[in-house]
């Protein structure tokens, strides 16, 4: 399974809720499959979905699900340590695994190498990490929604995009309609 | 998948003596770094960062290698501390290979933020800039990286949607 194929395991369960989604493919399959006005698209800024994510679930009290990707990670790595520190029980983080920069040429990371991320994330502090394949990930977002304790979840699926168009709507819209998702 | 002035582009860095490099991967940089790790004369070290890959080009440079990184322009917005302090500061010679994201051909609107601040960072820096926009433009790199090693500096060779498509 690729990274598409695990959101399309993932529509019903994240559609309800506030996302985060990193940039790039991530973002573009995910507007592609089910756009949302609870999804907040990263156009640009690599790095920052996870700190986003945590910074929102501080913010307020629903559920949030920022989903991010390996290579991603790996750029803001601190990222982590300021979760572990942090815990917000709203909120799950869904690292995308795959090994790869998916948005670039599905260049390897070294996630898909010898760094372990939720060892890392454990390291960091995190108390709830969990390593899941492909085709668990959708169960393993649901429990973690539900539960209220903050959630890391490393999602390993196979390296590979699928071909949508890029997001054109504004980011403004895309702003302010998300905010009006979480006031509601 | 690479192309001709993918293999071009490696063989001038070769030439020049660069026998390090660090890249942090962009599309239009993806068939010079499937060419970087083809070539056993250049150690590829990938950075998760482009600091990182500054900080890793430095100390290259110091154990007695001649490195360069490869980039996408919008990271000039990660590096200004690093170049002022670092590599400007020690007077590295830094070549820096960058995909010029959010010009004419640019698919991501979003990508075109970073294209207007991406000479005028440069030009505050003081960083001597080149810009590659057409295929023959490429002739110029043997000169940028002896120039880079002459004038110990960064310099940078901006390479945009136009010159990747022409140059395919």
Known sequence: MIRNDVFQTLKPIIREQLVVCNIGAPSQELH??????????????????SSIGLGLAAAQDKPVVAIDGDGSVLTNLGTLATIGNNPQGNF???????????ST???????????????????CGAENVQTVSAEDTAAAVQAAIAS?????????????????????????????????EVRR | MATEMDHQIVKDLK???????????????AGVIEVLDE?????????????????????????GMKPA???????????????????????????MLISYRGEVGEPVACQVE?????????????????????????????????YAQMASKPVAILCDASFWRASA
């Open chain 1, 92 to 102: 799950t983080l869904l690292i995308i695994d795959n090994g790869s920069y998916g």
């Open chain 1, 105 to 123: 040429g599905d260049q390897p990371t070294y996630a898909g190498m010898k760094t372990d991320l939720a060892a890392v994330a454990k390291a």
């Open chain 2, 69 to 95: 990184i490869v980039m996408q322009n919008t990271a000039l917005g990660v590096v200004v501390n690093t170049l002022a302090t670092l590599i400007q500061f020690y007077q590295i010679p830094l070549p």
């Open chain 1, 148 to 180: 209220d304790e903050m959630t890391i979840i490393v999602s390993k699926c196979e390296s590979g995009n699928v071909k949508v168009p890029v997001i054109k709507t504004n980011p403004i819209v895309i702003r302010e309609r998300f905010m009006e």
């Open chain 2, 15 to 29: 030439a020049a003596g660069i026998d390090y490099i660090t890249s942090v991967p962009c599309k239009q940089l």
């Open chain 2, 39 to 63: 070539t056993p004369e250049i150690m590829h070290m990938p950075s998760n960062k482009e600091d990182e890959g500054m900080g890793l080009c430095a100390v290259a440079f110091m154990g």
């Open chain 2, 114 to 146: 970073m294209a207007l601040h991406t000479k005028a960072i440069l030009n505050q820096l003081h960083i001597p800039t080149y810009h590659f926009h057409k295929p023959e433009d490429a002739a110029e790199l043997p000169g940028i990286l002896e």
């Open chain 1, 32 to 49: 592609a499959m089910d756009d949302q006005p609870s999804n907040f698209y990263m156009l640009g800024t690599m790095g920052l979905a």
